[in-house]
Nanobody, 122 residues
Framework: VQLQASGGGLVQAGGPLRLSCAAS????????MGWFRQAPGKKREFVAA????????YYADSVKGRFTISRDNAKNTVYLQMNSLKSEDTAVYSC????????????????WGRGTLVTVSS
């Protein structure tokens, strides 16, 4: 499956931003989808994931209550709504597809898209 993330940009602290990730090539609904991020000089970290039918969402503690992951299987797209952004949210955000059921480790994912940069100014 090919993945393309979009929606990154420069936003002020406290503001919102919505990322999208469009998938193509295989049956999107077969995959658990996740968002990861990597800040400069840091390891890539898990942000959020959503089950195939969108019934279950998982979040890192650092974004819980501020970020919402969703998906539209008819549009082959997964979203990440980010609210109350903080400077520490600045990172390159990438989406990934997982044919299995584990979601927190980036090694669990089978396909990755190119990231989109989110910069939060304080």
């Amino acid at each position: 499956v090919q993945l393309q993330a979009s929606g990154g940009g420069l936003v002020q602290a406290g503001g919102p931003l919505r990322l999208s990730c469009a998938a193509s090539g295989r049956t999107f609904s077969n995959y658990l989808m996740g968002w990861f991020r990597q800040a400069p000089g840091k390891k890539r970290e898990f942000v959020a994931a959503i089950s195939r039918g969108a019934g279950t969402a998982y979040y890192a503690d650092s974004v819980k209550g501020r970020f919402t992951i969703s998906r539209d299987n008819a549009k082959n797209t997964v979203y990440l709504q980010m609210n109350s952004l903080k400077s520490e949210d600045t990172a390159v955000y990438s989406c990934a597809a997982n044919y299995g059921n584990r979601y927190r480790d980036d090694n669990d994912y089978d396909y990755w898209g190119r990231g989109t940069l989110v910069t939060v100014s304080s």
